[in-house]
């Protein structure tokens, strides 16, 4: 496998995407949803906008991984593949598991403690929202014998397959086929939300964005067919987003007679595959053409984002829990939130990590 050019516009939407979930987790206190912290009122509007988003920021942010995989190895063997993939995602785990989700079980269950040490002493370690680090080194080191597979001229006949569909207008769409039945027959199983890597229906479901990044970085052809077809995706996908909220909206008295309530969530599980694989493809498609160009400022985002991820929520927890005790309404307490927890996560950022060189590596950053 020749060594890949860079694609920046996965650069962009790896940033929009962490960035996505950093505003997810500004609302969810407010959206009436379980949380670490929550206000006593709710906005049901808000909860019916983060429903549609939910959709996807983690798989387009799985999918590019995927692609960034593939890339990495192409430098690589599969041995420093596993070292690179352990340094960058093992470390920063752990270290965010013993010191930047504490503060967030803390303030969750601050009538509980006595002190802050009190987590410490009761043993309550968790990964919490760093769940999607743990999962992508499972990923990573189960998947090295399909990486290997593409990697090798084995994988010849099953590209030309897989280019031969996605040349076809309406064949990258069929790619969400093997997802939706993936997802409706582990969810018989394993019908929890979970994203703990032991929970099959979410493991193989953000798996098949993994994979299927996997096999765009591969392909030879996939990301032209992409950007060639970006006009019927976007259709595409605006008819998954009106089915969406449509089936979303419509009155449980319009579907209990006809329907039970498995074929209910099964249906669910359709209209959610279909909006998350057509828009992921349609912005494939459009970040062609609008994200391509290599800039100082994205360089400059890219290197921050990850830090980012790993601090954010834990940000968000803490401020937070003296936010939503003021006597304000939602609209401000979200404005407060958010105009002072992203210049903290910035500043800890710029002033605590990225100067050093074990901060650098604590946070899964490269050497300068």
């Known amino acids: 496998m020749k060594e890949k050019k860079r694609l920046y516009d996965l650069d962009w939407f790896r940033v929009i995407a962490i960035l996505a979930v950093y505003l997810h987790h500004i609302g969810m206190p407010f959206n009436g949803d379980t949380f670490h912290i929550m206000n006593t009122d709710s906005s049901k509007l808000l909860d019916d906008i983060m429903v549609f988003f939910e959709q996807f920021r983690l798989p387009l942010l799985f999918l590019i991984s995927g692609s960034g995989t593939i890339y990495a190895f192409s430098k690589r063997t599969w041995r420093q593949f596993l070292k690179e993939r352990s340094i960058r995602l093992i470390i920063p785990l752990i270290f965010g598991v013993l ?112 994979v299927a990044g996997m096999l765009f970085a591969t392909s030879s052809t996939s990301w032209t067919h992409l950007k060639a077809y970006r006009k019927f995706n976007a259709i595409a996908f605006i008819l ?50 609008w994200f391509h160009k290599k800039s100082r400022f994205l360089q400059k985002c890219n290197e921050a984002i990850y830090p980012f991820y790993i601090l954010h929520q834990t940000i968000i927890v803490i401020l937070g829990y003296y936010i939503i005790q003021l006597e304000l309404p939602i609209v401000a307490k979200i404005a407060i939130l958010l105009i002072t927890s992203f210049p903290v996560i910035i500043l800890i950022y710029r002033l605590l990590i990225y100067p050093f060189k074990i901060p650098r590596l604590l946070f899964g950053m490269k050497r300068k």
């Open 99 to 210: 010191f930047i989700v504490p503060p967030q079980t803390y303030y969750e269950h601050i009538a509980s403690y006595g002190s802050y040490l009190d987590v410490y002493k009761s043993g309550a370690f968790e990964t919490n929202h760093l769940w999607f680090i743990e999962n992508l080194f499972v990923y990573s080191v189960v998947l090295i014998p399909l990486i290997l597979f593409l990697k090798s001229p084995k994988s010849d006949s099953v590209m030309r397959f897989l280019n031969s569909i996605s040349a076809k207008k309406y064949g990258i769409l069929l790619w969400v086929l093997p997802l939706v039945i993936i997802t409706i027959l582990l969810k018989q199983i394993y019908p929890s939300d979970s994203k703990a890597i032991t929970n099959l229906s979410s493991t193989f479901y953000y798996g098949f964005f993994l």
């Open 240 to 289: 998954s987003t009106v089915i969406f909220y449509g089936y979303y909206l419509l009155p449980n008295a319009y579907i209990s007679p006809y329907l039970s309530i498995n074929a209910r969530w099964n249906v669910w599980y359709l209209v959610c595959g279909l909006v998350s694989w057509t828009l992921i493809t349609t912005v494939l498609g459009y970040g062609q053409i």
